[in-house]
């Protein structure tokens, strides 16, 4: 019977009715009916503005368009000057340092000019007070002698001043062609751009020397070692400039030639030793450069005296003061 029941399949029992649920949509499409009564304008408009929409996107991209063919021409004239002036990396540095001096130079007038100004009205004011004081002396009517000697003792202050001016000027420029005779002298070893001394003056009335190139506009980039050539250049002229006066000068350096290289240390050995009668110079540790060493003892052009080398005796342990502090110095020749 258990077999049969299997073969013929379960016995389905009857269900009982299901119960049927009711959905009420009413508020729900009642709202969506209000919400499209609210947005019945709005969508009449929706054409309109899809239209102007479209026209202001037509005009964006026409207005873009304009401007990639700007950026396009400006490009194109940027590589046309590129290949008409083809500058280098140094013709292009060159025109930024000409750009600085005429900058600084443009700057340096300015303020001579205002300081000009200030002393032209200073002088203005200053006449007419004295002038005005003058006229409160005056009582009567001022002998002609009188006009006459104030009239020649003018010219005398003129020719005095002119004079003095005219003197100093060439003392100025005597001492500018000393000082180059120096420099070129110490500097002709060494085959860099040394350019030449210019005494220029100050505001203040000094004048202060500085290298300058053929057109006359200062030579930026010099290192120490020019630095100090042109110091000590400038200190020769003025020793230079007496010609055989009688007076002896000394001259006592505290190792400018440590930041030499070796033409500009023998330039300046053979320079002073023409300059000086006698000198006093220090250096660091120039004898261990042999050759250097052999030039500066046998050169006949460099009147060397007595060269000492002077070194601590002290440990190094003991070297952070200088509590016990000595030297050993030896002769070298």
């Known amino acids: 019977m258990k077999i049969k029941e299997l073969l013929a399949g379960p016995i389905l029992k009857a269900k009982d009715e299901e119960t049927l649920i009711t959905q009420d949509f009413s508020e729900d499409l009642k709202r969506l009916y209000q919400n499209g009564l609210s947005l019945s304008d709005r969508i009449n408009g929706i054409e309109g503005d899809v239209n102007a929409t479209l026209g202001t996107r037509t005009d964006l991209l026409r207005r873009v368009h304009e401007v990639d063919n700007k950026l396009d021409n400006v490009e194109a004239d940027i590589q046309k000057l590129l290949t008409d002036t083809s500058l280098t990396s140094e013709q292009a540095e060159n025109i930024l340092n000409e750009y600085s001096i005429q900058n600084k130079n443009v700057k340096d007038f300015t303020e001579d000019l205002n300081k000009v100004s200030q002393r032209i009205d200073y002088v203005k004011n200053r006449l007419t007070s004295m002038n005005d004081q003058l006229k409160s002396l005056v009582t009567g ?30 003392l100025i420029t005597q001492l500018e062609q000393e000082a180059n005779t120096h420099y070129q002298a110490m500097t002709s070893g060494n085959k860099s ?15 202060m020397p500085e290298i300058i190139d053929n057109a006359g506009n200062p030579l930026l980039g010099l290192n120490t070692s020019n630095l100090i050539l042109v110091k000590l250049a400038t200190i020769m002229a003025i020793i230079s400039a007496k010609g055989n006066s009688g007076e002896i000068y000394t001259l006592i350096t505290d190792a400018p030639t440590s930041v030499f290289g070796e033409d500009y240390t023998i330039g300046f050995c053979k320079t002073i030793s023409k300059v000086y009668k006698q000198s006093i110079i220090m250096s660091k540790e120039f004898y261990k450069n042999q050759r250097l060493k052999s030039e500066l003892l046998t050169n006949s052009e460099i009147k060397i005296g007595k060269v000492y080398t002077i070194t601590p005796s002290i440990l190094e342990s003991e070297r952070n003061n200088r509590n016990n502090l000595s030297t050993k110095i ?3 020749n």
């Open 193 to 207: 751009t040394k350019g030449r001394i210019k005494l220029r003056k100050l505001p203040n009335g000094n004048y």
């Open 141 to 170: 009517e001022i002998p002609s002698w009188l006009i006459e000697k104030k009239e020649i003792l003018n010219d005398l202050e003129q020719i005095s001043k002119t004079t003095r001016d005219r003197v100093f000027n060439k």
């Open 330 to 332: 030896i002769a070298l």
